[in-house]
């Protein structure tokens, strides 16, 4: 069964800051998600990645499949990307949709 | 840009009843998932559907829990005796394609949360 663990699990900034959240997993892997949870409850998808680096925006992802680790990152944070991160991946020998979650990064970013 | 529909936004029901969450896919989706998060925890899967049967579930997915594509855009999860730890965000996602190979985005529905008194 794969692991998720993210770090750090809650992070406060000023508007304006360089935000990096990591995600570490402990099983190979063929694709993972960066998803947000708003105040609300919602869940946006916002990356799958199985190599490299993706961006969309001021949002950048990028995956070390090597390492097992993934880190999510925002330029330029802003009050409106508070939220909550969530990195997820698929359970081993699983479908797409077949995700462990990680427990999520509470992000608040301060005016 | 289509979305994920889920109905109720809010439910609240007596324990021992039943319940049915309500999910409308986007219309071109062919793979669907139910998930849950109880408050405070992580969010959980619970089961994927795929052309009219269930492809995968996992341990919660006991039998009290069913899901049904009872038309062509509706996508329905049923509780049928529910319990107080049944008290959950429920939420619907859908993607266009599956598998190792052909991987494609989540779309999530906004929730039901579900409150079992």
Redesign the interface.
Known sequence: KNEVEQSPQNLTAQEGEFITINCSYSVGISALHWLQQHPGGGIVSLFMLSSGKKKHGRLIATINIQEKHSSLHITASHPRDSAVYICAVPFYGGSQGNLIFGKGTKLSVKP | EPEVTQTPSHQVTQMGQEVILRCVPISNHL?F?W?RQILGQ????LV?FYNNEI??K?EIFDDQFSVERPDGSNFTLKIRSTKLEDSA?Y?C?S?L?????F?????????T?LTVT
């Open positions: 793979y998932y998930y992580k969010v959980e899967f994927s492809s995968e996992s965000m939420f996602a993607s394609r599956s598998g190792s190979f991987y494609s985005p989540l779309h999530f529905g906004n929730g949360r």
